[in-house]
């Protein structure tokens, strides 16, 4: 999988690689400056005049280095510092510059008295290359930056940025007031987290990773991941198998008016691979399961108005102790009241692989000590919560989660031993070893009823078939890639869930597809 750092992460790495492998800072510089050269080349080979903003620090002399190399190319190139003078640039920076003023190199610095100076350049050039501010910025832009960014942005030219867009902090997806909206980026070694999560991700345009010799054993303490499609497992159905070897899992959910989170669970879990499927439904229920589930089975059990009743839990655990069931999905629709919370807690009591979803996550935050009982599990749990649940979970305010998912999936899952698949606009899956990965497959037409309930009947499919880990990441990428290929038919606006049911063997197949398919890595590969 793809590691992404924080700007601590690549400072370090950059540092180790310069001092202890003895690759000088200059060629590090030399490298990013020729690559991320080379893809805007080829990128805007029609283009013929370039304009370069640069900054004083790192990130500037990364923009001279391709300033050189478009000129090289017989392209029209301007560079433009931000800073009063040669004295105020960093060392790598200031070497830069003295190679491209010897070659003839179109140079002159910007301050707040002529800032018009940048408005005329950026009004007349056709690509704004931003090599203001790198990863290792912290916002807010203050002084007369702020004012460059604007005028960089207002005159709507395609923007290249390098490393990020300058602005934006590397370590969130936070925006702030002044930042440069780029039609492309280029980052270094590995991407960054701005890159990934939303909003600040929607203003880095097209991402391009480019390799600039860091040397990657110094980040083998880093377990923050991209997850790379093409490098999921998948689970492997046998020639000889039978059903029973395929799994069978055990669905319990529903209530009055909530039948269908059952239902589409049930469903996604038969067509993601199981090889049986038993849906456990209130007793007055069955009937309209029955009618429509067809390639699975229902189990009805007592029931109080449409709801799980009292003699419930005891029920599920003698269906469980009589079955062969590989695994258990929990909560879609089942509502909040004593005799569901119940039910959740004789459910961790079971020796089998649990997802719990939905209502069994409102009805586990409930129970007391409910820490200590997934704890003391024998077999793996998998929690499933979006942004409110997992609040209620762990008392954090919806705003606090938002703006730190990976640190409270992390936190939980190492706390509770179990596998945390926090879903917002990107979904972030923590693991009980503290890994943390990040999908970015799915789409915004998938922010509609129904969509959870799939994700976990996926899951469950998977956790009879793959180890715990590999189970939630190739569940999470099955479920997003289904909703990715389900827009491209039915659109944003009018994908609902059980349109991803019929996209899972599609899915699956462009899944086989990329696992089976040579997949040869140049210099730089794009972020999907």
């Not at 070659?103 to 203001?132: C, E, H, M, Y």
């Not at 929690?383 to 209620?392: A, D, F, K, V, Y």
Request: aromatic fraction near 6%.
């Amino acid at each position: 999988m793809q590691k992404v750092l924080k700007a601590k992460e690549m400072a370090y790495a950059d540092e180790k690689t310069i001092t202890n492998t003895g690759i000088h800072s200059l060629v590090l510089m030399e490298n990013a400056g020729r690559t991320a050269s080379e893809i805007i080349i080829n990128r805007y080979s029609q283009k013929e005049e370039f304009l370069i903003v640069a900054g004083s620090g790192n990130n500037g002399g990364d923009g001279l280095v391709i300033a050189r190399y478009l000129h090289k190319a017989g392209k029209k190139v301007e560079v433009l510092i931000l800073a009063e003078s040669k004295e105020k640039l960093s060392k790598d920076n200031l070497k830069n510059l003295e190679i491209f003023q010897k070659i003839n190199g179109k140079v002159s610095f910007v301050t707040k008295q002529n800032l018009r100076k940048l408005t005329n350049a950026v009004k007349k050039t056709q690509i704004v290359i931003d090599a203001i501010f790198g990863t290792g910025f912290t916002p807010p832009v203050k002084g007369y930056r702020e004012k460059a960014i604007q005028i960089i942005n207002k005159y709507s030219k395609p923007i290249i940025s390098i490393d990020i867009p300058s602005g934006l902090s590397a370590d969130t997806g936070t925006i702030y007031p002044t930042f440069i909206k780029a039609n492309l980026t280029i980052t270094f070694a590995f991407p960054k987290l701005c890159h990934i999560l939303y909003p600040a991700s929607q203003y880095c345009g097209d991402i391009y990773i480019v390799d600039i010799s860091i040397d990657e054993k110094y980040l083998k303490n880093i377990h923050r991941y991209i997850i790379q499609p093409s490098k999921v497992k998948l689970p492997l159905r046998k020639k000889d198998s039978h059903k029973y070897a395929n799994g069978h899992t055990l669905v319990i959910g529903g209530s009055t008016g909530k039948t269908g989170a059952v239902i589409m669970a049930s469903k996604a879990s038969n067509v993601s691979g199981a090889g049986l499927v038993t849906a456990v439904v209130p007793k007055s229920l069955n009937p309209i399961c029955e009618q429509t589930l067809i390639e699975e089975m229902t189990i009805p059990i007592d029931d109080q108005n449409g709801i799980f009743g009292k003699n419930s839990p005891k029920e599920i655990k003698q269906i469980i102790k009589q079955g062969k069931y590989t695994s258990i999905v929990v909560g879609m629709g089942m509502s909040v009241n004593p005799y569901t919370k119940n039910l959740i807690k004789e459910i961790l009591t079971i020796s089998k692989p649990v997802v719990i979803d939905a209502d069994g996550l409102n009805n586990l935050a409930n129970l007391e000590n409910f820490e200590k009982l997934l704890i003391d599990r024998k077999e793996s749990t998998v929690l499933t919560p979006h942004i409110g649940e997992m609040s209620r979970l762990t008392g954090y305010e919806t705003s606090y989660i938002l703006e730190n998912m990976e640190e409270v999936a992390k936190q939980f899952a190492l706390k509770t031993r179990t596998y945390v698949v926090l879903k917002s606009a990107r979904t972030v899956i923590a693991t009980p070893n503290e890994e943390v990965y990040y999908s970015i497959t799915g789409n915004e037409g998938m922010a509609t009823a129904g969509t959870g309930d799939i994700l976990a009947g996926i899951i469950g499919t998977m956790v009879s078939r793959l180890n715990p880990k590999d189970a939630v990441i190739t569940g999470v990428t099955l479920h997003g890639i289904a909703g990715d290929l389900a827009v491209e038919e039915v659109g944003k606006e009018s994908l609902k869930a059980t349109d991803l049911l019929l996209f899972i063997p599609k899915a699956y197949k462009t899944l086989e597809n990329l696992k089976e398919s040579k997949e040869i890595f140049s210099f730089y590969q794009k972020l999907i």
